[in-house]
């Protein structure tokens, strides 16, 4: 069974740095997409950032500048590096992936990790 396991949320104050870390584990062929999502409180899912395998790299609008995404293929992770957090930065924010599996292709999700930005 395929996971993804979260780590690196946190409270910082306004102006702060953290960095998001999203392993996969288990029978893993190969990774297409990874990308990160967040989901305010009360609000929908949205894209923060995505990175295909060949690099390339998508952010929404309100990161661009501030946010990194990359990834080390050979430990199945993806990174988000925030800088300069906002308030409106603060969300649960989930890793996902499209990847081969025994099983073939599907998305993983994670468990969500909580950010906090204080004014």
């Known amino acids: 069974q395929v996971q993804l396991v979260e780590s690196g949320g946190g409270l910082v104050q306004a102006g702060g740095s953290l960095r998001l870390s999203c392993a996969a584990s288990?029978?893993?062929?190969?990774?297409?997409?990874m990308g990160w999502y967040r989901q305010p409180p009360g609000k929908q899912r949205e894209l923060v950032a995505r990175i295909i395998s060949g690099g390339n790299t998508d952010y929404a609008d309100s990161v661009k500048g501030r946010f990194t995404i990359s990834r080390d293929n050979a430990k199945n992770t993806v990174y988000l590096e925030m800088k300069s957090l906002k308030p409106e930065d603060s969300a649960d924010y989930y890793c996902?992936?499209?990847?081969?599996?025994?099983?073939?292709?599907?998305?993983?999700w994670g468990q969500g990790t909580q950010v906090t930005v204080s004014s």
């Open positions: 996902h992936m499209h990847l081969l599996s025994r099983n073939g292709w599907t998305d993983r």
């Open positions: 288990g029978s893993i062929l190969s990774i297409n997409d």
